[in-house]
């Protein structure tokens, strides 16, 4: 599986646009990105998942270069909940998949 | 539906005592997974279960860790004996298919904190 890359802090003004890097120049071609979040005491959240094309649902953005080498998590209007760890996963599609998950990249929302 | 139940929330013992976690998954969900998470750092993965049967258990320490999903429902996980580097917070997840499917994301619960004197 591929390793990924994110910045280990960032900050984001409550009600703007968060956007959340990561770089994945190794990913192969049936890796998907996963991404998550882990608020603080609680267990990781589901947030969304991407192949090639970029994907929307409730929670968030996701943006996927056309080379696949990086993507960006895009938290549209962000609220003080949303400060959290976010954790990018490559992810293989075979049968032995296993989420390997790094450091992440820990926001705070601020007022 | 509800979520990820674990159990107790909290847990502290001495070292070389013997600690058991529990874990319901949600209803429905063939798949558990029991990861570790020490302070600072991603969750890793324990264990996994497909039904009652065991997927990879590659990075449990079988030495003092084991784990048992009977009936295919409930879990728990074992420490006996307990070290000082055991401590970490446990986490249970459930998804509703086996681990070749992609789209079937992990659903957590919140964790079981231990901490060993």
């Known amino acids: 599986d591929a390793k990924t890359t994110q910045p280990p802090s960032m900050d984001c003004a409550e009600g703007r646009a968060a956007n959340l890097p990561c770089n994945h120049s190794?990913?192969?071609?049936?890796?998907?990105v996963y991404w998550y979040r882990q608020i603080h005491s609680q267990g990781p959240q589901y947030i969304i998942h991407g192949l090639k094309n970029n994907e929307t649902n409730e929670m968030a953005s996701l943006i996927i270069t056309e080379d696949r080498k990086s993507s960006t998590l895009i938290l549209p209007h962000a609220t003080l909940r949303d400060t959290a760890v976010y954790y990018c996963i490559a992810l293989n599609a075979g049968n032995n998949r296993k989420l390997i998950w790094g450091l992440g990249t820990s926001l705070a929302v601020n007022p | 539906e509800a979520g990820v139940a674990q159990s107790p929330r909290y847990k502290i013992i001495e070292k070389r005592q013997s600690v058991a976690f529990w874990c319901n998954p949600i209803?429905?969900?063939?798949?558990l997974y029991w990861y570790q998470q020490i302070l600072g750092q991603g969750p890793k993965l324990l264990i996994q279960?497909?039904?009652?049967?065991?997927?990879?258990d590659s990075q449990l320490p079988k030495d003092r860790f084991s784990a048992e999903r009977l009936k295919g429902v409930d879990s728990t996980l074992k420490i006996q004996p307990a070290k000082l580097e055991d401590s970490a917070v446990y986490l249970c997840?459930?998804?509703?298919?086996?681990?070749?499917?992609?789209?079937?994301?992990?659903?957590f619960g919140n964790g079981t904190r231990l901490t060993v004197t």
């Open positions: 190794t990913i192969s071609g049936n890796e998907y």
């Open positions: 279960f497909q039904n009652n049967g065991v997927v990879d």
């Open positions: 209803s429905g969900h063939a798949t």
């Open positions: 997840a459930s998804s509703r298919r086996g681990s070749a499917r992609v789209n079937s994301p992990l659903h």
